[in-house]
């Protein structure tokens, strides 16, 4: 096993996946120091190969891994495969419903003679109805109501990115996470679920709850009733757009000296935030041509410095260039499988101090195949 010095050293993962979701997971429990063996058919994961927007994923979610090329249709790939799962403490898949079953590489069939196995399924949905159902991020978000709350009435519109997938991911890993708690108690593994669909219908909980306490349909966030009366986006000189929110009446009175606006400051009939909510319309409109005037540039000091939220509107090609994610160790050098350097962002976590970082070169196809098939045969380490 690897040295790590994480809190997963030790534990051996064998991940079936391909795209996001499986990967995430994988990704996760590697940068926390589990060793994962990336099982891929022969030529590679397909996933490698994705143009468009897909282009990242490989990159993006698996990081810290090893590549192992296992043919698992064939009868020596499979007996590989399980031979390596018996050595092994967890199993991520991602496969569509049923596929992993007819290959005998299931929970059911595995836990027969691991019994220590966890297993972690990443599907569209959790078992129902719908379980047989082909899923992908944006059928959920469409079925599950974020398409619908994010664009405006009557054009519903993806979130920009592949946020279900991703957070399936973490969940399937907080779920291998307190599997492994719960057998150091009992001895025993069990299966674990993630699911894309309840997933993104926890990401709409916010909004269904809203329904309930009210008896009424929550708008499109695009025509919602704002709760705050400065909560939004403005073009500033240049046609440069800055978002800021004033969510206190403190706020809004700093906000109107930092734009030289003593008129509003001194409104009575703007005292409170209830009584700005009702004129927001002609408010936004008095704010928006004050800030025409002003440049992003010496604005934004000068709200930071008042303590105003604020956030330029940022692409993702600048962010390789953002100053935070740079200083903080968020964003750093990985070397990818054709030995180029790229920027690699780290999970949102700090433990003890440290970021988990990168530890390896992201793996080529089958780059650790002869050093993991060497290994088969030889005792597997007791359960920690």
């Given at each position: 096993?690897?040295?790590?010095?994480?809190?997963?050293?030790?534990?051996?993962?064998?991940e079936?996946?391909?795209?996001?979701?499986?990967?995430?997971?994988?990704?996760?429990?590697?940068?926390?120091?589990?060793?994962?063996?990336?099982?891929?058919?022969?030529?590679?994961?397909?996933?490698?190969?994705?143009?468009?927007?897909?282009?990242?994923?490989?990159?993006?979610?698996?990081?810290?891994?090893?590549?192992?090329?296992?043919?698992?249709q064939?009868?020596?790939?499979?007996?590989?495969?399980?031979?390596?799962?018996?050595?092994?403490?967890?199993?991520?898949?991602?496969?569509?419903?049923?596929?992993?079953?007819?290959?005998?590489?299931?929970?059911?069939?595995?836990?027969?003679?691991?019994?220590?196995?966890?297993?972690?399924?990443?599907?569209?949905?959790?078992?129902?109805?719908?379980?047989?159902?082909?899923?992908?991020?944006?059928?959920?978000?469409?079925?599950?109501?974020?398409?619908?709350?994010?664009?405006?009435?009557?054009?519903?519109?993806?979130?920009?990115?592949?946020?279900?997938?991703?957070?399936?991911?973490?969940?399937?890993?907080?779920?291998?996470?307190?599997?492994?708690?719960?057998?150091?108690?009992?001895?025993?593994?069990?299966?674990?679920q993630?699911?894309?669909?309840?997933?993104?219908?926890?990401?709409?909980?916010?909004?269904?709850?809203?329904?309930?306490?009210?008896?009424?349909?929550?708008?499109?966030?695009?025509?919602?009733?704002?709760?705050?009366?400065?909560?939004?986006?403005?073009?500033?000189?240049?046609?440069?757009?800055?978002?800021?929110g004033?969510?206190?009446?403190?706020?809004?009175?700093?906000?109107?000296?930092?734009?030289?606006?003593?008129?509003?400051?001194?409104?009575?009939?703007?005292?409170?935030?209830?009584?700005?909510?009702?004129?927001?319309?002609a408010?936004?409109?008095?704010?928006?041509?004050?800030?025409?005037?002003?440049?992003?540039?010496?604005?934004?000091?000068?709200?930071?410095?008042?303590?105003?939220?604020?956030?330029?509107?940022?692409?993702?090609?600048?962010?390789?260039?953002?100053?935070?994610?740079?200083?903080?160790?968020?964003?750093?050098?990985?070397?990818?499988?054709?030995?180029?350097?790229?920027?690699?962002?780290?999970?949102?976590?700090?433990?003890?101090?440290?970021?988990?970082?990168?530890r390896?070169?992201?793996?080529?196809v089958?780059?650790?195949?002869?050093?993991?098939?060497?290994?088969?045969?030889?005792?597997?380490?007791?359960?920690?």
């Amino acid at each position: 096993m690897d040295r790590t010095g994480l809190p997963l050293e030790g534990i051996r993962v064998i991940e079936f996946t391909h795209m996001v979701m499986g990967p995430t997971c994988g990704m996760i429990l590697a940068d926390l120091g589990a060793e994962v063996i990336k099982i891929e058919p022969p030529g590679g994961d397909k996933t490698r190969k994705l143009p468009g927007l897909g282009i990242g994923f490989f990159r993006s979610f698996n990081r810290n891994k090893k590549s192992v090329v296992l043919d698992i249709q064939s009868p020596e790939g499979h007996a590989a495969a399980v031979e390596l799962i018996g050595q092994s403490d967890v199993v991520l898949e991602n496969f569509r419903p049923g596929l992993m079953k007819k290959l005998g590489l299931d929970y059911g069939t595995l836990s027969r003679d691991c019994p220590h196995l966890i297993y972690a399924s990443h599907k569209g949905f959790l078992p129902g109805p719908y379980e047989n159902r082909l899923a992908l991020d944006e059928v959920v978000q469409n079925m599950a109501g974020l398409t619908y709350m994010t664009g405006p009435r009557g054009r519903p519109l993806r979130a920009g990115s592949s946020v279900n997938d991703i957070m399936g991911g973490m969940f399937g890993a907080i779920g291998v996470l307190a599997a492994l708690q719960e057998r150091h108690r009992t001895g025993r593994g069990q299966e674990i679920q993630s699911a894309l669909f309840e997933n993104c219908a926890l990401l709409a909980s916010q909004h269904m709850q809203q329904f309930l306490m009210t008896g009424e349909a929550p708008p499109p966030l695009p025509s919602r009733v704002s709760a705050w009366s400065v909560y939004d986006v403005f073009t500033l000189a240049d046609d440069e757009q800055l978002f800021i929110g004033a969510v206190s009446d403190k706020q809004f009175q700093t906000l109107c000296q930092v734009l030289e606006r003593p008129d509003l400051a001194g409104d009575a009939a703007l005292a409170t935030n209830a009584q700005r909510v009702a004129v927001r319309p002609a408010l936004l409109e008095k704010l928006g041509e004050t800030l025409r005037s002003h440049r992003i540039e010496e604005l934004q000091p000068r709200l930071e410095a008042a303590g105003i939220p604020y956030a330029p509107i940022v692409r993702p090609d600048q962010l390789v260039q953002d100053r935070h994610l740079l200083e903080s160790g968020g964003l750093v050098p990985m070397q990818t499988e054709d030995g180029e350097i790229t920027q690699a962002v780290l999970l949102p976590l700090l433990m003890g101090g440290r970021r988990p970082g990168v530890r390896r070169p992201l793996p080529k196809v089958g780059e650790h195949t002869a050093e993991i098939m060497a290994r088969l045969h030889q005792q597997r380490p007791a359960l920690s």
